[in-house]
């Protein structure tokens, strides 16, 4: 399909790579429209940074001609530590308007960037339940020379951005669309990539907890390059499940089963930074989304070395697609895209 006219997408720039979703809404709902994804050359993205600017657009410019899409407006994704601080602060009870306006101010005490060198923004969660007087606010900052890079990337492949969000930000719209919220649980949405992992916990459907970590699918990929001596290219088909002349499934397993105990221990450690900042409290299910996903036993051994349930994420449980769109076994991995892909231009960024 062929979009000549303005349509909004969701753009999901990765490490590994890039996905574009279109996602419009009609009277039965959301559906799926449009997916596409393209591979992304090494060194192009790294901690959620542009590395190589024109290897960048001309990639993109690859995908929107591969999709079919000459021109869209574009709503994009960022995460990385080095790149987006998110944090739940409290503070006492005020108006949006008047947080509006000291919101540098409140800022100030916990980016570990100058605030000159920051977009900030912020979203009201509600009255602090345990301290009267007091509410919570997720509080979002964003280096502005990290945003100018991506909007000028994505402006060079001839796209319009609109609307800038946080990966994390994209699931949670997935996860509401699909799961809804549950009136008393903590729900850790945990989202998987090549070389970042994206944790959000959410309590009564409001996000209570988030981190971006430096860990992801490549540790597979890497530690099947160097065991069995193959190319990374092979790395990612054997860890996919397709079969290797030479190399035995027992051994191929035993090597994954390794490279994931390290991004659960890393998952783990966040897990007990939220438990220890909110007073012990539980977290009662995992959905997990991203490229780890569809590794065979990955979820099942999470639930194991975690002691929680984890479900792989069903992005499209009450996301009608077209029926022309091959995505049902690759679901997992369009979340973010998908989330994006579900802001409009004019929303808040």
Known sequence: MLIGKKSTIGLDIGSRYLKVAQVDVGKDGYELSLFSMLPVERDVIGDGLVLNKTKLVDSLKALMSQAGIKKAEAVIGLSGHSAVITKVIKIPLITEEELGLNIKYEAEQYIPFDIKDVNIDFEILGQDSEED??????LVAVKKSVMSDYVDVVQQAGLTPVVVDVDSFAIG???????????????ALVNIG??????????????????????????HTEALERTLNISKEAAERVKLGEAAEGISVDSVREIINGASDEIYAEIYRSFEYFRSSVGDEDINGIVLSGGAALISGFAHLMSERLGIPVEVADVLKKIHKSERLAVNEIAPITAV???LAMRRSGDRQ
């Not at 007087?133 to 997720?138: A, F, L, S």
């Not at 996860?175 to 903590?186: C, H, I, L, R, S």
């Open 337 to 339: 895209a998908v989330g």
């Open 133 to 138: 007087g007091m509410m919570d606010v997720m």
């Open 173 to 187: 719209n997935v996860y509401e669309v699909n799961y809804g919220f549950p009136d008393k649980k903590n729900i």
């Open 194 to 219: 090549a070389s970042k992992t994206n944790i959000s916990i959410l309590r009564k459907g409001l996000p209570v907890f988030m981190r971006d970590t430096a860990i992801g699918s490549n540790y």
